[in-house]
């Protein structure tokens, strides 16, 4: 069996599981925020009765970080309706923007964009939030109501996103019928140069098989060039499985693996045990690639889908008016050292945004010293609006208001993950999805620009 089919089997209480069954599984971990949690809330009280408990309040995670940095009031009120059912149902984790558990959250937009807005509890982008505060383990099922629940498969485990309907019924009953999808294996060797992250990997894989070539399938990442890849790198290779349609990423197991998830469960006081799997003999894939990391070249996805793949070096006549540095993938804080690395002494041509994905790497940057200055000073000295308002903002479009919004027809170059249509807000810009090393030298120039160009 491959990693995925291992760990569905397990779930499902079955010796052997193969592509195309039907087996229900048994969740370790739902996660739901503030765009997806109200609707589940109100099919799991519609399906199960108003004075229903959900199945277990420790493995129901909560974590509000979507459209919250903004005054539209009923994007404020989804948090308020997460804060009232996690009261209801002693919900152990919740991730809450105010430390008042009856408070209600109001943005208040004349303190600005920039300024801290949020309390104590609350984590970021739910994707990022759920490892760091110790909810992702390996040969787990976690499910979540947002498509790029698959970043967590990062960690070994089967991570993929649900929708309302699905999550309201494992809010229930702590299960779901699932269909155990084919395995996609990518053999990732060598090691990646100076210039090339772990975006450029992940583009490349999607610009081979296009936006729709893994469509239900799971993509299976090993290899000898695992080893050099850090668990940022991995997180951002296992996120963007859905933008070609896969149904999670999942990757080996291995030494750093297990020091991260160890330190993050003991640091969190979270559940700590865990079993991995690792590769057998007998797997059986559809598709086998393999990929020399030594060979990549910077990257681009062009508008208007993440499949449309270009070499940086190809796309210097593209001006652009925008850049934007932050999401769940692209806005981790090794993505944002090496984006400062570039920028670090020069200033930016364009107007460039950069919005953390945490408040923990809002801290991460602002306590880093370079010389004299922090990584968070080197960014805003090199022209960056840099938010401490952690959270999704311009990834998704959003409400109008919302940091970092393209709000007419512009060109961005983004460190994001998905760049359909409108993804970004106005309907007629256009997204350019890149690396953060690639999206720093094109903010430095203004046109889409080989960041090798500034590697010393
Ligand atoms: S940062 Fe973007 S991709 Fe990640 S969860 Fe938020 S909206 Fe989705």
Not at 105 to 121: C, E, I, N, P
Not at 159 to 178: E, Q, R, Y
Not at 356 to 383: C, F, M, N, Y
Request: glycine fraction near 10%.
């Amino acid at each position: 069996m491959t990693l995925t089919e291992k760990i569905l089997a397990r779930a499902a209480g079955k010796a052997q599981v193969q592509a195309g069954d039907n087996v229900w599984v048994k969740a370790d971990v739902l996660m739901t925020h503030d765009v997806c949690g109200p609707g589940t809330i109100g099919v799991f009280k519609r399906e199960f009765g108003k004075a229903a408990r959900v199945w277990d309040p420790r493995k129901v995670v909560v974590i509000p970080d979507h459209y919250i940095f903004t005054a539209d009031s009923k994007s404020n009120r989804n948090v308020d309706i997460l804060r009232e059912f996690v009261k209801e149902q002693g919900i152990t984790y919740f991730y809450d923007v105010i430390d008042d558990p009856n408070g209600h959250w109001v943005f208040d937009a004349t303190k600005g964009m920039l300024q801290r807005q949020y309390g104590s509890q609350y984590a970021g982008v739910c994707h990022t939030a759920l490892p760091q505060k110790g909810h992702t383990r390996p040969g787990e099922i976690l499910f979540g109501t947002d498509s790029h629940t698959c970043m967590a498969g990062a960690f070994n485990e089967f991570a993929t996103g649900i929708g309302n309907t699905d999550a309201g019924f494992v809010m229930g009953t702590g299960k779901l019928l699932l269909k155990v999808p084919e395995t996609m294996h990518f053999r990732l060797e060598g090691a990646l140069q100076p210039g090339v992250m772990a975006k450029d990997v992940i583009l490349h894989c999607i610009g081979e098989i296009g936006f729709d070539g893994a469509t239900y399938r799971a993509l299976q990442f090993d290899g000898s060039g695992i080893a050099g890849l850090s668990m940022d790198d991995r997180m951002t290779i296992a996120n963007m499985a859905i933008e070609a349609g896969g149904k999670n990423g999942i990757f080996e197991f291995d030494d750093q693996t297990q020091k991260y998830v160890d330190f993050r469960c003991k640091l969190n006081g979270t559940k700590a045990t865990y079993e991995p799997v690792t590769r057998d003999r007998n797997e059986k894939f559809v598709y086998e690639s393999v990929i020399d990391l030594t060979r990549l070249e910077p990257t681009v996805a062009c508008h208007p889908d993440p499949g449309q793949r270009k070499l940086a070096r190809e796309l210097t006549h593209v001006k652009l008016d925008r850049a934007y540095i932050g999401s769940c993938t692209g806005g981790k804080t090794s993505d944002f050292l090496e984006f400062a690395r570039v920028l670090r002494d020069k200033h930016v041509k364009i107007d460039t945004f950069g919005v953390p994905a945490t408040p923990e790497i809002v801290h991460d940057l602002q306590s880093a010293r370079w010389g004299e200055k922090t990584v968070w000073d080197i960014l805003v000295d090199a022209g960056v609006q840099m938010t401490e308002n952690a959270g999704c903002a311009a990834c998704l479009g959003g409400p109008v208001d919302t940091f970092g919004r393209m709000n007419s027809p512009l060109k961005c170059i983004s460190a994001t993950n998905r760049n359909f249509p409108g993804r970004m807000g106005h309907k007629e810009s256009q997204v350019f999805l890149a690396s953060p090393v690639t999206v720093a030298a094109s903010a430095l120039t203004g046109v889409i620009t080989d960041p090798r160009e500034y590697l010393s």
